[in-house]
Protein backbone atom coordinates (compact mmCIF):
# COMPACT_ATOMS: atom_id res chain seq x y z
CA UNK A 1 0.00 0.00 0.00
CA UNK A 2 1.36 3.69 -0.79
CA UNK A 3 2.00 5.87 2.09
CA UNK A 4 0.07 8.76 0.89
CA UNK A 5 1.48 8.75 -2.34
CA UNK A 6 -0.34 7.68 -5.54
CA UNK A 7 -1.31 3.43 -6.64
CA UNK A 8 0.33 2.02 -9.22
CA UNK A 9 -1.67 -1.02 -10.28
CA UNK A 10 -0.34 -3.70 -12.53
CA UNK A 11 -2.81 -5.20 -14.84
CA UNK A 12 -4.68 -7.99 -13.76
CA UNK A 13 -5.25 -9.84 -16.21
CA UNK A 14 -1.38 -10.19 -16.89
CA UNK A 15 -1.06 -11.10 -13.11
CA UNK A 16 -3.29 -13.61 -13.82
CA UNK A 17 -2.18 -15.08 -16.73
CA UNK A 18 1.23 -15.56 -14.90
CA UNK A 19 -0.02 -17.12 -11.83
CA UNK A 20 -1.98 -19.64 -14.00
CA UNK A 21 1.52 -20.69 -15.71
CA UNK A 22 3.12 -20.91 -12.23
CA UNK A 23 0.64 -22.67 -10.59
CA UNK A 24 0.33 -25.64 -14.26
CA UNK A 25 4.35 -25.93 -14.03
CA UNK A 26 3.83 -26.25 -9.79
CA UNK A 27 0.87 -29.04 -10.34
CA UNK A 28 2.90 -30.95 -13.32
CA UNK A 29 5.97 -30.80 -11.21
CA UNK A 30 4.27 -32.20 -8.12
CA UNK A 31 3.19 -35.40 -10.42
CA UNK A 32 7.20 -36.19 -10.67
CA UNK A 33 8.11 -35.19 -6.78
CA UNK A 34 7.81 -36.98 -4.03
CA UNK A 35 9.81 -39.71 -1.81
CA UNK A 36 10.03 -41.88 -5.47
CA UNK A 37 10.85 -39.40 -8.19
CA UNK A 38 9.34 -39.72 -11.46
CA UNK A 39 11.16 -38.15 -14.62
CA UNK A 40 9.50 -35.57 -16.12
CA UNK A 41 8.99 -37.96 -19.61
CA UNK A 42 7.55 -40.74 -17.59
CA UNK A 43 4.69 -38.28 -15.79
CA UNK A 44 3.81 -37.27 -19.29
CA UNK A 45 3.84 -41.18 -20.63
CA UNK A 46 1.37 -42.35 -17.63
CA UNK A 47 -1.50 -39.23 -18.12
CA UNK A 48 -1.13 -40.31 -22.21
CA UNK A 49 -1.32 -43.74 -21.39
CA UNK A 50 -4.27 -43.31 -19.03
CA UNK A 51 -5.89 -40.77 -21.58
CA UNK A 52 -5.21 -43.72 -24.21
CA UNK A 53 -2.86 -41.52 -26.31
CA UNK A 54 -0.07 -43.61 -25.51
CA UNK A 55 1.44 -46.96 -25.34
CA UNK A 56 1.43 -48.32 -21.95
CA UNK A 57 4.62 -50.17 -22.42
CA UNK A 58 7.45 -49.80 -20.61
CA UNK A 59 5.58 -47.39 -17.31
CA UNK A 60 6.23 -49.56 -14.61
CA UNK A 61 2.56 -50.53 -12.18
CA UNK A 62 4.87 -48.21 -9.84
CA UNK A 63 4.95 -45.15 -11.42
CA UNK A 64 1.64 -45.44 -12.97
CA UNK A 65 0.30 -46.56 -9.76
CA UNK A 66 2.21 -43.47 -7.33
CA UNK A 67 1.37 -40.87 -10.03
CA UNK A 68 -2.00 -41.96 -12.03
CA UNK A 69 -3.65 -42.82 -8.59
CA UNK A 70 -1.62 -41.03 -5.46
CA UNK A 71 -0.70 -37.70 -6.84
CA UNK A 72 -2.52 -36.68 -9.44
CA UNK A 73 -5.63 -36.16 -7.74
CA UNK A 74 -3.78 -35.26 -4.89
CA UNK A 75 -2.59 -31.92 -6.43
CA UNK A 76 -5.95 -31.67 -8.52
CA UNK A 77 -7.64 -31.49 -4.91
CA UNK A 78 -5.24 -29.58 -3.06
CA UNK A 79 -5.43 -27.06 -5.87
CA UNK A 80 -8.97 -27.06 -5.14
CA UNK A 81 -8.87 -26.88 -1.72
CA UNK A 82 -6.32 -23.80 -1.62
CA UNK A 83 -8.55 -21.68 -4.43
CA UNK A 84 -11.52 -22.49 -1.67
CA UNK A 85 -10.00 -21.09 0.94
CA UNK A 86 -8.50 -18.08 -0.29
CA UNK A 87 -11.54 -17.25 -2.18
CA UNK A 88 -13.96 -17.97 0.57
CA UNK A 89 -10.97 -15.55 3.14
CA UNK A 90 -11.42 -12.95 0.39
CA UNK A 91 -14.94 -12.71 0.39
CA UNK A 92 -15.50 -13.13 4.64
CA UNK A 93 -13.05 -10.24 4.60
CA UNK A 94 -14.99 -7.85 2.00
CA UNK A 95 -18.55 -9.10 3.78
CA UNK A 96 -16.61 -7.79 7.25
CA UNK A 97 -15.24 -5.00 6.11
CA UNK A 98 -12.26 -6.48 7.53
CA UNK A 99 -8.60 -7.76 6.36
CA UNK A 100 -7.89 -9.97 9.28
CA UNK A 101 -11.28 -12.00 8.88
CA UNK A 102 -9.83 -15.57 7.75
CA UNK A 103 -11.98 -18.60 8.15
CA UNK A 104 -9.74 -19.95 10.57
CA UNK A 105 -9.29 -17.29 12.70
CA UNK A 106 -13.11 -16.06 12.96
CA UNK A 107 -14.22 -19.69 13.42
CA UNK A 108 -15.56 -20.71 10.08
CA UNK A 109 -13.60 -23.58 9.90
CA UNK A 110 -14.04 -24.90 13.40
CA UNK A 111 -17.72 -24.92 12.95
CA UNK A 112 -17.20 -26.72 9.55
CA UNK A 113 -15.09 -29.17 11.31
CA UNK A 114 -17.60 -28.93 13.87
CA UNK A 115 -19.99 -30.39 11.24
CA UNK A 116 -17.78 -33.00 10.06
CA UNK A 117 -16.57 -34.19 12.95
CA UNK A 118 -20.49 -34.26 14.59
CA UNK A 119 -21.42 -36.94 11.46
CA UNK A 120 -18.43 -38.93 11.74
CA UNK A 121 -19.12 -39.74 15.66
CA UNK A 122 -23.05 -39.58 15.38
CA UNK A 123 -22.40 -42.35 12.42
CA UNK A 124 -25.03 -40.09 9.49
CA UNK A 125 -24.95 -41.74 6.70
CA UNK A 126 -28.17 -39.92 5.31
CA UNK A 127 -26.57 -38.58 2.04
CA UNK A 128 -24.43 -41.22 1.42
CA UNK A 129 -20.56 -39.88 0.19
CA UNK A 130 -22.26 -36.35 0.58
CA UNK A 131 -22.97 -36.78 4.61
CA UNK A 132 -19.48 -35.28 5.20
CA UNK A 133 -19.43 -32.46 3.38
CA UNK A 134 -23.06 -31.24 3.67
CA UNK A 135 -22.40 -31.71 7.28
CA UNK A 136 -19.42 -29.65 7.26
CA UNK A 137 -21.56 -27.42 5.29
CA UNK A 138 -23.79 -26.92 7.46
CA UNK A 139 -21.85 -26.16 10.33
CA UNK A 140 -19.71 -23.49 8.33
CA UNK A 141 -22.74 -21.42 7.41
CA UNK A 142 -24.09 -21.78 11.05
CA UNK A 143 -20.90 -20.56 12.52
CA UNK A 144 -20.57 -17.68 9.83
CA UNK A 145 -24.34 -16.96 10.30
CA UNK A 146 -23.75 -16.60 14.15
CA UNK A 147 -20.20 -14.37 13.77
CA UNK A 148 -22.20 -12.18 11.56
CA UNK A 149 -24.87 -11.45 13.51
CA UNK A 150 -22.68 -10.76 16.81
CA UNK A 151 -20.12 -9.06 15.59
CA UNK A 152 -22.45 -6.51 13.94
CA UNK A 153 -24.28 -6.10 16.44
CA UNK A 154 -21.92 -4.29 18.78
CA UNK A 155 -21.73 -0.53 18.58
CA UNK A 156 -17.91 -0.66 17.52
CA UNK A 157 -17.38 -3.52 15.13
CA UNK A 158 -14.02 -3.02 14.89
CA UNK A 159 -11.19 -5.88 14.22
CA UNK A 160 -11.46 -6.13 18.49
CA UNK A 161 -15.43 -7.40 17.99
CA UNK A 162 -14.87 -9.38 15.21
CA UNK A 163 -11.83 -11.43 16.60
CA UNK A 164 -13.34 -11.76 20.36
CA UNK A 165 -16.52 -13.12 18.47
CA UNK A 166 -14.77 -15.33 16.78
CA UNK A 167 -12.08 -16.88 19.04
CA UNK A 168 -15.65 -17.60 21.19
CA UNK A 169 -17.74 -18.95 18.37
CA UNK A 170 -14.07 -21.18 17.59
CA UNK A 171 -13.79 -22.20 21.53
CA UNK A 172 -17.58 -23.01 21.74
CA UNK A 173 -16.98 -25.64 18.32
CA UNK A 174 -13.36 -26.41 20.11
CA UNK A 175 -15.51 -28.01 22.84
CA UNK A 176 -17.94 -29.60 21.20
CA UNK A 177 -15.00 -31.31 18.70
CA UNK A 178 -13.86 -32.60 21.86
CA UNK A 179 -16.84 -33.79 23.12
CA UNK A 180 -17.34 -35.78 20.25
CA UNK A 181 -13.36 -36.79 20.25
CA UNK A 182 -14.25 -38.26 23.86
CA UNK A 183 -17.28 -40.42 23.02
CA UNK A 184 -16.16 -41.65 19.95
CA UNK A 185 -14.73 -44.65 19.18
CA UNK A 186 -11.57 -46.13 17.45
CA UNK A 187 -11.65 -45.98 13.98
CA UNK A 188 -13.56 -43.23 14.26
CA UNK A 189 -11.24 -41.43 16.54
CA UNK A 190 -8.70 -42.23 13.52
CA UNK A 191 -10.85 -39.99 11.42
CA UNK A 192 -11.08 -37.32 13.42
CA UNK A 193 -7.28 -37.04 13.98
CA UNK A 194 -7.38 -36.51 10.05
CA UNK A 195 -9.52 -33.05 10.47
CA UNK A 196 -7.88 -31.49 12.98
CA UNK A 197 -4.24 -31.64 11.18
CA UNK A 198 -5.68 -31.19 8.04
CA UNK A 199 -4.20 -33.54 4.89
CA UNK A 200 -4.34 -34.22 1.88
CA UNK A 201 -3.24 -37.92 2.14
CA UNK A 202 -6.28 -39.08 1.78
CA UNK A 203 -7.32 -37.88 -1.56
CA UNK A 204 -8.46 -40.11 -4.71
CA UNK A 205 -10.11 -39.76 -7.43
CA UNK A 206 -13.04 -40.29 -6.20
CA UNK A 207 -12.62 -37.24 -3.44
CA UNK A 208 -11.76 -35.50 -6.93
CA UNK A 209 -15.11 -36.15 -9.06
CA UNK A 210 -17.44 -35.16 -5.38
CA UNK A 211 -15.40 -32.19 -5.50
CA UNK A 212 -15.12 -30.75 -8.34
CA UNK A 213 -18.82 -29.68 -8.98
CA UNK A 214 -19.49 -27.96 -5.07
CA UNK A 215 -15.82 -25.96 -5.94
CA UNK A 216 -16.80 -24.82 -9.34
CA UNK A 217 -20.53 -23.84 -8.59
CA UNK A 218 -19.04 -22.27 -5.52
CA UNK A 219 -16.15 -20.30 -7.22
CA UNK A 220 -17.98 -19.27 -10.44
CA UNK A 221 -20.96 -17.96 -8.24
CA UNK A 222 -18.45 -15.68 -6.08
CA UNK A 223 -16.84 -14.29 -9.16
CA UNK A 224 -20.07 -12.94 -10.25
CA UNK A 225 -20.55 -11.26 -6.65
CA UNK A 226 -16.75 -9.09 -7.17
CA UNK A 227 -18.71 -5.67 -8.31
CA UNK A 228 -21.10 -5.94 -5.03
CA UNK A 229 -18.25 -6.75 -2.67
CA UNK A 230 -16.04 -3.63 -3.94
CA UNK A 231 -19.28 -1.51 -2.76
CA UNK A 232 -19.66 -3.05 0.58
CA UNK A 233 -16.59 -1.51 1.12
CA UNK A 234 -17.96 1.64 1.55
CA UNK A 235 -19.76 0.40 4.46
CA UNK A 236 -23.15 -1.50 4.34
CA UNK A 237 -25.35 1.80 4.24
CA UNK A 238 -23.48 3.52 2.16
CA UNK A 239 -23.31 0.48 -0.48
CA UNK A 240 -27.29 0.02 -0.06
CA UNK A 241 -27.17 3.44 -1.04
CA UNK A 242 -25.40 2.70 -4.27
CA UNK A 243 -27.97 0.55 -5.36
CA UNK A 244 -26.78 -2.56 -3.26
CA UNK A 245 -29.07 -5.31 -2.12
CA UNK A 246 -27.23 -5.44 1.64
CA UNK A 247 -29.32 -7.97 2.94
CA UNK A 248 -29.30 -10.52 -0.20
CA UNK A 249 -25.26 -9.83 -1.26
CA UNK A 250 -24.74 -10.72 2.87
CA UNK A 251 -27.01 -13.60 2.59
CA UNK A 252 -25.56 -14.95 -0.63
CA UNK A 253 -21.70 -14.68 0.55
CA UNK A 254 -22.26 -16.24 4.01
CA UNK A 255 -23.84 -18.79 1.97
CA UNK A 256 -20.99 -19.06 -0.58
CA UNK A 257 -18.34 -19.20 2.00
CA UNK A 258 -19.50 -21.53 4.00
CA UNK A 259 -20.25 -23.94 0.81
CA UNK A 260 -16.42 -23.23 -0.25
CA UNK A 261 -15.05 -23.58 3.46
CA UNK A 262 -16.96 -26.25 4.07
CA UNK A 263 -16.41 -28.30 1.09
CA UNK A 264 -12.36 -27.70 1.93
CA UNK A 265 -13.29 -28.89 5.45
CA UNK A 266 -14.40 -32.19 4.20
CA UNK A 267 -11.42 -33.26 1.56
CA UNK A 268 -8.61 -31.62 3.64
CA UNK A 269 -9.46 -30.98 6.83
CA UNK A 270 -8.76 -27.57 8.81
CA UNK A 271 -5.85 -25.89 6.91
CA UNK A 272 -5.72 -22.45 8.66
CA UNK A 273 -4.47 -19.14 7.14
CA UNK A 274 -4.98 -19.34 3.49
CA UNK A 275 -7.52 -17.61 3.46
CA UNK A 276 -5.69 -14.49 5.58
CA UNK A 277 -1.90 -14.87 3.78
CA UNK A 278 -3.21 -14.69 -0.10
CA UNK A 279 -6.21 -12.22 -0.50
CA UNK A 280 -3.62 -9.93 1.44
CA UNK A 281 -0.79 -10.54 -0.54
CA UNK A 282 -2.94 -10.41 -3.76
CA UNK A 283 -4.44 -6.67 -2.13
CA UNK A 284 -0.76 -5.68 -1.99
CA UNK A 285 0.12 -6.66 -6.11
CA UNK A 286 -3.09 -5.97 -7.71
CA UNK A 287 -4.88 -3.53 -5.93
CA UNK A 288 -8.68 -4.58 -3.65
CA UNK A 289 -10.79 -4.46 -6.31
CA UNK A 290 -12.25 -8.17 -6.40
CA UNK A 291 -12.76 -8.08 -10.37
CA UNK A 292 -9.23 -8.99 -9.91
CA UNK A 293 -8.76 -10.28 -5.74
CA UNK A 294 -11.13 -13.34 -6.42
CA UNK A 295 -9.38 -14.89 -9.03
CA UNK A 296 -6.14 -13.85 -8.69
CA UNK A 297 -6.71 -15.24 -4.54
CA UNK A 298 -7.87 -18.66 -5.96
CA UNK A 299 -5.20 -19.21 -8.42
CA UNK A 300 -2.54 -18.04 -5.88
CA UNK A 301 -4.53 -19.69 -3.14
CA UNK A 302 -3.86 -23.11 -4.94
CA UNK A 303 -0.41 -22.78 -5.90
CA UNK A 304 0.38 -22.67 -2.31
CA UNK A 305 -1.48 -25.27 -1.43
CA UNK A 306 0.43 -27.83 -4.52
CA UNK A 307 3.64 -26.38 -3.12
CA UNK A 308 2.77 -26.62 0.28
CA UNK A 309 1.49 -30.27 0.17
CA UNK A 310 4.32 -31.53 -2.51
CA UNK A 311 6.86 -30.22 0.25
CA UNK A 312 4.93 -31.66 3.48
CA UNK A 313 4.72 -35.57 1.53
CA UNK A 314 8.50 -34.86 0.01
CA UNK A 315 10.54 -33.61 3.04
CA UNK A 316 10.85 -36.00 5.68
CA UNK A 317 10.03 -39.60 3.66
CA UNK A 318 9.08 -42.15 4.52
CA UNK A 319 6.96 -39.73 6.91
CA UNK A 320 4.34 -37.02 6.16
CA UNK A 321 4.53 -33.61 7.59
CA UNK A 322 0.75 -32.56 7.97
CA UNK A 323 -0.47 -30.28 5.77
CA UNK A 324 -2.43 -28.11 8.37
CA UNK A 325 1.17 -27.36 10.15
CA UNK A 326 2.78 -26.46 6.97
CA UNK A 327 0.17 -23.65 6.49
CA UNK A 328 0.08 -22.45 10.15
CA UNK A 329 3.96 -22.59 10.40
CA UNK A 330 3.48 -20.09 7.76
CA UNK A 331 0.66 -18.43 8.51
CA UNK A 332 0.44 -17.53 12.30
CA UNK A 333 3.90 -14.95 12.54
CA UNK A 334 2.17 -13.31 9.66
CA UNK A 335 -0.90 -13.27 11.32
CA UNK A 336 0.70 -11.18 13.97
CA UNK A 337 2.58 -9.03 11.27
CA UNK A 338 -0.93 -7.74 10.28
CA UNK A 339 -2.08 -7.39 13.22
CA UNK A 340 0.46 -5.08 14.82
CA UNK A 341 0.89 -3.08 11.42
CA UNK A 342 -2.91 -2.08 11.97
CA UNK A 343 -2.71 -1.56 15.26
CA UNK A 344 -1.53 2.15 15.16
CA UNK A 345 -4.71 2.89 13.35
CA UNK A 346 -6.53 2.10 16.12
CA UNK A 347 -9.20 -1.16 16.07
CA UNK A 348 -11.60 -0.02 13.33
CA UNK A 349 -9.64 -1.24 10.12
CA UNK B 1 -39.87 11.00 -14.86
CA UNK B 2 -42.14 13.48 -13.47
CA UNK B 3 -40.20 15.69 -10.72
CA UNK B 4 -39.38 12.93 -7.82
CA UNK B 5 -40.66 14.23 -4.72
CA UNK B 6 -39.89 13.12 -0.89
CA UNK B 7 -42.80 13.39 1.49
CA UNK B 8 -42.66 12.55 5.17
CA UNK B 9 -46.56 12.05 6.29
CA UNK B 10 -46.66 11.22 10.02
CA UNK B 11 -43.63 9.50 10.17
CA UNK B 12 -42.16 8.58 13.49
CA UNK B 13 -39.45 6.36 14.77
CA UNK B 14 -39.64 4.77 18.21
CA UNK B 15 -36.07 3.34 19.16
CA UNK B 16 -36.30 0.94 22.79
CA UNK B 17 -39.61 2.84 23.63
CA UNK B 18 -38.37 5.80 22.80
CA UNK B 19 -39.30 8.23 20.22
CA UNK B 20 -36.43 9.81 18.09
CA UNK B 21 -39.15 11.28 15.33
CA UNK B 22 -42.56 11.90 16.07
CA UNK B 23 -45.09 13.20 13.90
CA UNK B 24 -43.04 14.25 11.08
CA UNK B 25 -44.87 15.90 8.08
CA UNK B 26 -42.31 17.44 5.61
CA UNK B 27 -42.55 17.38 1.86
CA UNK B 28 -39.38 18.00 -0.42
CA UNK B 29 -39.48 19.81 -3.57
CA UNK B 30 -37.43 19.76 -6.49
CA UNK B 31 -35.18 22.80 -7.07
CA UNK B 32 -35.60 23.45 -3.62
CA UNK B 33 -32.11 23.41 -1.23
CA UNK B 34 -33.68 22.60 2.55
CA UNK B 35 -31.48 22.29 5.23
CA UNK B 36 -31.88 20.75 8.34
CA UNK B 37 -31.02 22.70 11.54
CA UNK B 38 -31.59 21.87 15.32
CA UNK B 39 -29.65 21.14 18.11
CA UNK B 40 -27.77 18.09 19.09
CA UNK B 41 -29.94 14.93 19.39
CA UNK B 42 -33.14 16.60 17.90
CA UNK B 43 -33.36 13.89 15.09
CA UNK B 44 -31.38 15.71 12.05
CA UNK B 45 -29.49 12.14 10.78
CA UNK B 46 -32.40 10.12 12.10
CA UNK B 47 -34.88 12.48 9.65
CA UNK B 48 -32.34 11.87 6.99
CA UNK B 49 -31.49 8.53 7.63
CA UNK B 50 -35.34 8.09 7.27
CA UNK B 51 -35.28 10.04 4.16
CA UNK B 52 -32.27 7.51 2.63
CA UNK B 53 -34.45 4.60 3.54
CA UNK B 54 -31.90 3.56 5.65
CA UNK B 55 -34.37 3.18 8.67
CA UNK B 56 -37.92 2.44 8.58
CA UNK B 57 -40.58 4.55 10.04
CA UNK B 58 -42.06 2.70 12.98
CA UNK B 59 -45.14 4.88 12.59
CA UNK B 60 -46.05 7.22 9.04
CA UNK B 61 -44.61 7.01 5.74
CA UNK B 62 -42.02 8.12 3.89
CA UNK B 63 -42.09 8.46 -0.22
CA UNK B 64 -39.91 9.43 -3.03
CA UNK B 65 -42.25 9.77 -6.57
CA UNK B 66 -45.40 9.13 -4.48
CA UNK B 67 -44.37 5.31 -3.53
CA UNK B 68 -43.41 4.28 -0.14
CA UNK B 69 -39.48 3.54 0.03
CA UNK B 70 -39.67 0.24 0.95
CA UNK B 71 -41.32 -0.36 -2.87
CA UNK B 72 -38.50 0.45 -4.23
CA UNK B 73 -35.68 -2.00 -5.29
CA UNK B 74 -31.82 -0.83 -4.34
CA UNK B 75 -30.85 -0.47 -7.57
CA UNK B 76 -33.46 2.03 -9.18
CA UNK B 77 -33.59 3.85 -5.78
CA UNK B 78 -30.07 5.01 -6.24
CA UNK B 79 -30.28 5.93 -9.68
CA UNK B 80 -33.24 8.24 -8.24
CA UNK B 81 -31.23 9.65 -4.68
CA UNK B 82 -28.01 10.15 -3.39
CA UNK B 83 -26.58 10.13 0.24
CA UNK B 84 -23.18 11.30 1.37
CA UNK B 85 -23.32 10.07 5.77
CA UNK B 86 -21.01 11.56 8.03
CA UNK B 87 -19.16 8.66 7.88
CA UNK B 88 -16.52 7.95 5.00
CA UNK B 89 -14.11 5.39 6.24
CA UNK B 90 -13.39 2.96 3.23
CA UNK B 91 -12.60 -0.42 4.25
CA UNK B 92 -9.85 -1.35 1.76
CA UNK B 93 -7.18 0.78 -0.65
CA UNK B 94 -8.93 1.83 -3.35
CA UNK B 95 -7.91 5.05 -5.27
CA UNK B 96 -10.00 8.40 -5.41
CA UNK B 97 -11.11 7.97 -8.88
CA UNK B 98 -12.19 4.04 -8.01
CA UNK B 99 -14.35 5.29 -4.84
CA UNK B 100 -15.61 8.19 -6.89
CA UNK B 101 -16.70 5.96 -10.24
CA UNK B 102 -18.57 3.94 -7.90
CA UNK B 103 -21.33 5.85 -7.86
CA UNK B 104 -22.09 4.86 -11.94
CA UNK B 105 -23.30 1.42 -10.13
CA UNK B 106 -26.99 1.64 -10.34
CA UNK B 107 -26.60 3.24 -13.51
CA UNK B 108 -26.48 0.98 -17.05
CA UNK B 109 -22.87 0.81 -17.94
CA UNK B 110 -21.51 3.51 -20.42
CA UNK B 111 -17.59 3.81 -20.38
CA UNK B 112 -17.01 6.83 -21.82
CA UNK B 113 -19.70 8.55 -20.49
CA UNK B 114 -19.19 7.37 -17.08
CA UNK B 115 -15.68 8.43 -17.33
CA UNK B 116 -17.07 11.74 -18.28
CA UNK B 117 -19.12 12.20 -14.84
CA UNK B 118 -16.52 10.90 -12.87
CA UNK B 119 -13.78 13.35 -13.82
CA UNK B 120 -16.38 15.77 -14.32
CA UNK B 121 -17.44 15.01 -10.65
CA UNK B 122 -14.02 14.92 -9.37
CA UNK B 123 -13.00 18.34 -10.80
CA UNK B 124 -16.19 20.11 -9.15
CA UNK B 125 -15.57 18.76 -5.61
CA UNK B 126 -12.08 19.75 -5.61
CA UNK B 127 -10.77 16.12 -6.25
CA UNK B 128 -9.38 15.71 -9.29
CA UNK B 129 -5.66 15.71 -7.90
CA UNK B 130 -6.25 13.17 -5.56
CA UNK B 131 -7.24 10.92 -8.19
CA UNK B 132 -5.01 7.93 -8.35
CA UNK B 133 -4.49 8.55 -4.16
CA UNK B 134 -5.59 5.99 -1.60
CA UNK B 135 -8.47 6.61 0.08
CA UNK B 136 -6.88 5.22 3.27
CA UNK B 137 -4.54 7.78 3.11
CA UNK B 138 -6.74 11.18 2.84
CA UNK B 139 -7.69 13.60 5.32
CA UNK B 140 -10.82 13.80 6.94
CA UNK B 141 -11.62 17.19 4.53
CA UNK B 142 -10.06 15.33 1.64
CA UNK B 143 -12.17 12.07 2.25
CA UNK B 144 -15.11 14.11 2.54
CA UNK B 145 -14.79 15.56 -0.70
CA UNK B 146 -13.99 12.32 -2.42
CA UNK B 147 -17.43 11.04 -1.06
CA UNK B 148 -19.58 14.68 -2.40
CA UNK B 149 -17.50 13.55 -5.56
CA UNK B 150 -19.23 10.03 -5.63
CA UNK B 151 -22.83 11.15 -4.76
CA UNK B 152 -22.26 13.70 -7.84
CA UNK B 153 -21.04 10.78 -9.79
CA UNK B 154 -24.33 9.28 -8.69
CA UNK B 155 -26.39 12.13 -10.85
CA UNK B 156 -29.61 11.77 -9.05
CA UNK B 157 -32.59 14.11 -9.05
CA UNK B 158 -32.73 14.26 -4.92
CA UNK B 159 -29.68 14.69 -3.00
CA UNK B 160 -29.26 13.96 0.84
CA UNK B 161 -26.39 15.28 2.86
CA UNK B 162 -25.45 14.29 6.40
CA UNK B 163 -23.47 17.28 7.55
CA UNK B 164 -21.25 17.58 4.61
CA UNK B 165 -18.98 20.31 6.12
CA UNK B 166 -18.31 19.25 8.85
CA UNK B 167 -14.50 18.43 8.10
CA UNK B 168 -13.89 20.62 5.69
CA UNK B 169 -12.02 24.39 5.64
CA UNK B 170 -14.02 27.42 5.29
CA UNK B 171 -13.50 27.84 1.56
CA UNK B 172 -14.48 23.91 1.18
CA UNK B 173 -17.58 24.74 2.92
CA UNK B 174 -18.41 27.53 0.48
CA UNK B 175 -17.81 25.83 -2.53
CA UNK B 176 -19.28 22.68 -1.53
CA UNK B 177 -22.56 24.96 -0.42
CA UNK B 178 -22.16 26.64 -3.61
CA UNK B 179 -22.57 23.84 -5.97
CA UNK B 180 -25.11 22.08 -3.90
CA UNK B 181 -27.09 25.62 -4.38
CA UNK B 182 -26.01 24.89 -8.14
CA UNK B 183 -27.62 21.53 -8.85
CA UNK B 184 -31.07 22.98 -6.64
CA UNK B 185 -31.03 25.43 -9.17
CA UNK B 186 -30.80 23.21 -11.72
CA UNK B 187 -33.77 21.49 -10.72
CA UNK B 188 -32.63 18.86 -7.82
CA UNK B 189 -34.13 18.15 -4.44
CA UNK B 190 -31.59 18.46 -1.68
CA UNK B 191 -31.99 18.07 1.72
CA UNK B 192 -28.70 18.95 3.69
CA UNK B 193 -28.01 18.42 7.49
CA UNK B 194 -26.26 21.67 8.75
CA UNK B 195 -24.81 22.76 12.36
CA UNK B 196 -23.95 26.02 11.22
CA UNK B 197 -26.85 28.38 10.87
CA UNK B 198 -25.06 31.01 8.91
CA UNK B 199 -24.47 28.29 6.11
CA UNK B 200 -27.94 27.47 6.35
CA UNK B 201 -29.05 30.92 5.92
CA UNK B 202 -26.73 31.79 3.20
CA UNK B 203 -27.38 28.76 0.68
CA UNK B 204 -31.04 26.95 1.43
CA UNK B 205 -34.38 28.12 0.11
CA UNK B 206 -36.13 26.55 2.92
CA UNK B 207 -34.58 25.72 7.07
CA UNK B 208 -36.27 22.98 9.22
CA UNK B 209 -35.30 23.22 12.43
CA UNK B 210 -36.09 20.23 14.57
CA UNK B 211 -36.43 20.11 18.24
CA UNK B 212 -36.94 17.22 20.29
CA UNK B 213 -37.95 14.79 17.53
CA UNK B 214 -40.34 17.45 15.99
CA UNK B 215 -40.64 20.47 13.49
CA UNK B 216 -40.44 23.47 15.46
CA UNK B 217 -40.03 25.84 12.73
CA UNK B 218 -40.72 25.52 8.93
CA UNK B 219 -39.60 28.59 6.22
CA UNK B 220 -37.47 30.33 4.96
CA UNK B 221 -33.88 31.85 6.31
CA UNK B 222 -35.64 34.69 7.38
CA UNK B 223 -39.32 33.12 8.60
CA UNK B 224 -36.76 30.61 11.31
CA UNK B 225 -33.61 32.10 12.04
CA UNK B 226 -35.09 35.07 14.58
CA UNK B 227 -34.26 35.62 17.64
CA UNK B 228 -36.91 34.23 19.63
CA UNK B 229 -37.18 30.90 17.61
CA UNK B 230 -33.74 30.15 18.22
CA UNK B 231 -33.04 31.13 21.41
CA UNK B 232 -36.03 28.98 22.36
CA UNK B 233 -34.90 26.17 20.72
CA UNK B 234 -30.99 25.94 20.72
CA UNK B 235 -31.48 27.86 25.48
CA UNK B 236 -28.78 29.77 23.82
CA UNK B 237 -29.08 33.67 23.78
CA UNK B 238 -27.82 34.90 20.52
CA UNK B 239 -28.46 38.19 17.91
CA UNK B 240 -29.47 38.36 14.39
CA UNK B 241 -28.12 41.06 12.45
CA UNK B 242 -27.61 41.80 8.26
CA UNK B 243 -24.56 39.62 7.01
CA UNK B 244 -22.49 42.50 5.77
CA UNK B 245 -21.94 41.38 2.47
CA UNK B 246 -24.74 38.99 1.55
CA UNK B 247 -28.92 39.57 1.60
CA UNK B 248 -29.26 37.00 4.14
CA UNK B 249 -29.60 37.07 8.11
CA UNK B 250 -26.54 36.23 10.39
CA UNK B 251 -26.75 34.69 13.69
CA UNK B 252 -23.96 35.83 16.42
CA UNK B 253 -23.60 33.95 19.94
CA UNK B 254 -24.64 36.81 22.77
CA UNK B 255 -24.70 37.08 26.32
CA UNK B 256 -27.29 36.36 28.58
Known amino acids: MSRGGAIRRPRGGLLLLVALLLLVVAIIASFGTGPLKVAPGTVLHVIGAQLGLADPAGLSQRDLSVVWNLRIPRALLGALVGAALAMAGASLQGLFGNPLADPGIVGVTQGASLGAVGAIVLGATALGAWTIPVAAFLGGGAATTLIYLLARAGAARGTATLLLVGIAVGAGCSAAIGFFTYIANDTQLQSLVFWQMGSLAQADWRDLGAALPVFVVGTLALLRLATPLDMLALGERQAQHIGLDVRRTRIALIALSALLVGAAVAFAGSVAFVGLVVPHFVRLLAGPAHRWLLPLSGVLGALLIVIADTAARTLDPPSEIPLGLFSAALGAPFFLWLVMRKAPRGGAA | ?256
Open chain 2, 1 to 256: MSAPLMALEQAGLRIDNRAILDGIDLRFEAATLTALVGPNGAGKSTLLGLLAGDHAPTSGRVSLGGRPLHAWNARALARERAVMLQEHAVRFSFSVEEVVAMGRLPHPPDPAADAALVARAMAIADVSHLAPRDVQTLSGGEAARTVFARVLAQATPVLLLDEPTAALDLRHQETLLRRARELADAGACVVVVLHDLNLAAGYADRIVMLADGQVAADGSPREVLTQATIERVYRQPVRVIAHPTRDVPLVVTADA
